[in-house]
């Protein structure tokens, strides 16, 4: 499958708990996977204020093999871009598995400081609040 056409698929979610599975997969089957990177993210904040799972089907796929390089710095822009319940979420998951305090304090810095941006929505300013709360 083509990458226009599951970007396509991708867009017309309307169920994510059901839908997103068989989208993650076909992706997967790509030429190259890492490559739709940018518009899963995308995806993301356009729908900041909704569970997209727990991990979930991208969170699983996009922290598979492509936590490294890029994928850091594209979860970094997103959250600076449009912060969002799943971004917020991976940015949790990446502090708990991190070793170094410094490492760490980055990425809740980041956390922090989409508590002031101006297109956070209430859910997930709550879901940060909590995350910061934790990680104290």
Not at 69 to 94: C, H, Q, V
Request: no cysteine; net charge negative.
């Amino acid at each position: 499958m083509d990458k226009e056409y599951l970007i396509g698929k991708l867009n017309e979610v309307s169920d994510p708990e059901n839908d997103l599975d068989p989208i993650v997969e076909d992706i997967e089957r790509t030429d190259d996977p890492r490559s739709f990177l940018p518009e899963l993210f995308r995806f993301i904040e356009q729908r900041h204020d909704e569970d997209l799972g727990s991990p979930g089907p991208l969170v699983r796929f996009m922290e598979k093999g492509y936590a490294e390089g890029d994928y850091f710095e594209l979860l970094k822009k997103s959250m600076e871009t449009m912060p969002s319940l799943t971004a917020a979420w991976m940015i949790n998951r990446i502090v708990n598995a991190l070793k170094n305090e410094t490492e760490k304090d980055e990425w809740k810095i980041l956390l922090a400081e989409a508590l002031d941006h101006p297109k956070i929505d209430s859910a997930t300013k709550d879901r940060v609040q909590h995350f910061l709360d934790f990680q104290k």
